[in-house]
């Protein structure tokens, strides 16, 4: 194209095709059974196979006339992309706010030698914020990464100096997948796609009197246990190829000049990267299966990650998957440059009354529903009395375990250049933030809090979640805390007012 002006790569029309051939496929069988039981099969055959058709031509000309209309250009101080048919949309980025060039590939780009190529600013504006290119070659998705981050290199991060490769795939974590979140909601997925399956096909009917037959003879206790059992087994096996999928050729590195790329995917590969100057410290995240077993993995706390609605993934900041914790905290240390990891360091544990006040949360949480359930069966059901009872004994005991490990996870700290705020159970976090990259308190005091002589500190930042909380620390104590995270940031508003307002 003249002017500099270039198109994506005309490929794009056979990947919809392709795509449109597979959603044709699917839809075609439920279609085909449906017609078949008003006319011949024959008949039903060339109305499913002429409806494909139609579905795959429209598709595939509907991205032709895409491909015809969408320009784009580097220049030297913009990057410009022209796209539209009747409704022209032209964006535009200047090329010295561009942070991130992300490229991603599911197995029929890769195929194909293409790639979608996410270009981003970095800010909060929604879809004025990036634009992408899907899809383009390869090479041309790595040409456009590197030059339009060469600008980096102009002025590397300052710390302890280290490029090359941070991190890489250890086999060896996989082992952490079966004991995550993941596994009981795969199996309960496939529990019910099996069962949606069978009603597609007219025989979920006959899968449950299988089902009620092989277990004609056990007892109920023993039927659940099972059933439970295979139900989780089923989602273990579905957490280890979503790992290997997710995680298969992970690397970190940095680049010279203070980029991070990861880089990973067994079908869909991904390129993320994170400008080293957008960092604002990193955040280990433990959830309490991973946590059991000695494990966390390590998220990017900067400013600028994706928060648009298409984007909402987690997997976006993570820079280390699940491993142990002595190689998260090593490599929590490498990324922010520094000799030891902040996230290491011994937390200031908080009162008593925070453990109190977990602890009646914990028993509420349990006696409140159960006596719900426990006061209609004075009226109707003595069942319903032994229902609410066995809630009582199962689940009182893991509660309060629960809110004694919360008390225990409580702790604050500053480390050097950082802050570090640690708190939960379900998904322990312990964020390290840069104290320069705190902007603000939140000072907060319930009437409850006041008795207790406890309240809760936020630390506001641009970066990350956008804020951070040490929750129920002694009032006092983390008052000296904050003044001494940040100095002079608090104190004009403690001479004002009383330490339990908000600001």
Same mark, same amino acid.
């Given at each position: 194209?003249?002017?500099?002006?270039?198109?994506?790569?005309?490929?794009?029309?056979?990947?919809?095709?392709?795509?449109?051939?597979?959603?044709?496929?699917?839809?075609?069988?439920?279609?085909?059974?449906?017609?078949?039981?008003?006319?011949?099969?024959?008949?039903?055959?060339?109305?499913?196979?002429?409806?494909?058709?139609?579905?795959?031509?429209?598709?595939?000309?509907?991205?032709?006339?895409?491909?015809?209309?969408?320009?784009?250009?580097?220049?030297?101080?913009?990057?410009?992309?022209?796209?539209?048919?009747?409704?022209?949309?032209?964006?535009?980025?200047?090329?010295?706010?561009?942070?991130?060039?992300?490229?991603?590939?599911?197995?029929?780009?890769?195929?194909?030698?293409?790639?979608?190529?996410?270009?981003?600013?970095?800010?909060?504006?929604?879809?004025?914020?990036?634009?992408?290119?899907?899809?383009?070659?390869?090479?041309?998705?790595?040409?456009?990464?590197?030059?339009?981050?060469?600008?980096?290199?102009?002025?590397?991060?300052?710390?302890?100096?280290?490029?090359?490769?941070?991190?890489?795939?250890?086999?060896?974590?996989?082992?952490?997948?079966?004991?995550?979140?993941?596994?009981?909601?795969?199996?309960?997925?496939?529990?019910?796609?099996?069962?949606?399956?069978?009603?597609?096909?007219?025989?979920?009917?006959?899968?449950?009197?299988?089902?009620?037959?092989?277990?004609?003879?056990?007892?109920?206790?023993?039927?659940?246990?099972?059933?439970?059992?295979?139900?989780?087994?089923?989602?273990?096996?579905?957490?280890?190829?979503?790992?290997?999928?997710?995680?298969?050729?992970?690397?970190?590195?940095?680049?010279?000049?203070?980029?991070?790329?990861?880089?990973?995917?067994?079908?869909?590969?991904?390129?993320?990267?994170?400008?080293?100057?957008?960092?604002?410290?990193?955040?280990?995240?433990?959830?309490?299966?991973?946590?059991?077993?000695?494990?966390?993995?390590?998220?990017?706390?900067?400013?600028?990650? $994706? =928060?648009?609605?298409?984007? !909402?993934? *987690?997997?976006?900041?993570? &820079? +280390? @998957?699940? %491993?142990?914790?002595?190689?998260?905290?090593?490599?929590?240390?490498?990324?922010?440059?520094?000799?030891?990891?902040?996230?290491?360091?011994?937390?200031?544990?908080?009162?008593?009354? $925070? =453990?109190?006040?977990?602890? !009646?949360? *914990?028993?509420?949480?349990? &006696? +409140? @529903?159960? %006596?719900?359930?426990?006061?209609?069966?004075?009226?109707?059901?003595?069942?319903?009395?032994?229902?609410?009872?066995?809630?009582?004994?199962?689940?009182?005991?893991?509660?309060?375990?629960?809110?004694?490990?919360?008390? !225990?996870?409580?702790?604050?700290?500053?480390?050097?250049?950082?802050?570090?705020?640690?708190?939960?159970?379900?998904?322990?976090?312990?964020?390290?933030?840069?104290?320069?990259?705190?902007?603000?308190?939140?000072?907060?005091?319930?009437?409850?809090?006041?008795?207790?002589?406890?309240?809760?500190?936020?630390?506001?930042?641009?970066?990350?979640?956008?804020?951070?909380?040490?929750?129920?620390?002694?009032?006092?104590?983390?008052?000296?805390?904050?003044?001494?995270?940040?100095?002079?940031?608090?104190?004009?508003?403690?001479?004002?007012?009383?330490?339990?307002?908000?600001?």
């Amino acid at each position: 194209m003249s002017d500099g002006w270039l198109r994506l790569d005309r490929r794009t029309v056979l990947v919809t095709a392709a795509v449109m051939t597979g959603v044709a496929g699917g839809a075609a069988l439920p279609a085909l059974l449906g017609l078949a039981g008003g006319m011949p099969w024959w008949q039903a055959l060339v109305w499913v196979a002429a409806g494909c058709a139609v579905l795959i031509a429209a598709g595939a000309g509907a991205d032709y006339v895409r491909w015809r209309r969408t320009h784009y250009r580097i220049g030297p101080e913009r990057v410009e992309l022209h796209t539209g048919l009747l409704l022209v949309k032209r964006r535009s980025l200047a090329r010295e706010r561009i942070r991130t060039v992300d490229l991603t590939a599911n197995p029929l780009l890769r195929i194909l030698g293409l790639v979608k190529v996410r270009i981003g600013t970095g800010e909060h504006t929604g879809g004025e914020s990036s634009l992408e290119l899907d899809p383009v070659s390869t090479a041309e998705g790595e040409r456009l990464r590197r030059e339009l981050l060469s600008r980096v290199a102009e002025g590397p991060a300052p710390g302890l100096r280290r490029d090359g490769a941070l991190a890489v795939l250890d086999t060896g974590w996989i082992r952490y997948a079966p004991v995550s979140f993941v596994a009981p909601l795969l199996g309960g997925a496939a529990a019910g796609a099996v069962m949606q399956v069978s009603q597609w096909f007219g025989v979920q009917g006959k899968v449950i009197d299988w089902v009620a037959g092989v277990f004609r003879d056990t007892p109920v206790v023993w039927t659940v246990v099972v059933l439970a059992a295979a139900t989780l087994v089923a989602g273990v096996v579905g957490a280890l190829g979503l790992w290997v999928e997710m995680w298969f050729g992970y690397r970190m590195e940095r680049e010279p000049g203070g980029t991070l790329r990861v880089r990973r995917g067994l079908l869909t590969s991904r390129s993320i990267s994170i400008e080293e100057r957008r960092l604002r410290g990193v955040e280990l995240v433990e959830p309490l299966g991973v946590r059991l077993f000695g494990a966390a993995r390590v998220d990017a706390v900067a400013t600028g990650l $994706a =928060r648009n609605e298409d984007e !909402r993934r *987690a997997d976006l900041k993570t &820079l +280390l @998957p699940p %491993a142990p914790r002595d190689v998260a905290d090593e490599v929590a240390a490498l990324v922010l440059r520094e000799a030891g990891a902040p996230t290491s360091a011994p937390l200031t544990p908080h009162p008593r009354a $925070a =453990r109190s006040r977990r602890l !009646r949360w *914990a028993v509420s949480a349990v &006696l +409140l @529903p159960s %006596a719900a359930l426990a006061m209609p069966g004075l009226l109707l059901s003595e069942s319903l009395l032994y229902v609410a009872a066995a809630c009582v004994v199962v689940f009182l005991p893991l509660a309060v375990l629960l809110a004694l490990d919360a008390y !225990r996870s409580l702790g604050h700290a500053i480390s050097g250049d950082y802050l570090l705020a640690r708190s939960g159970t379900v998904r322990r976090r312990t964020v390290a933030l840069q104290r320069g990259g705190v902007i603000g308190w939140t000072l907060k005091q319930s009437w409850f809090q006041r008795r207790a002589g406890v309240l809760t500190l936020t630390a506001t930042t641009a970066a990350g979640d956008g804020a951070y909380s040490v929750p129920d620390a002694d009032r006092h104590e983390v008052l000296d805390f904050a003044s001494r995270a940040v100095p002079g940031l608090l104190e004009p508003f403690l001479d004002r007012s009383p330490p339990h307002s908000e600001r």
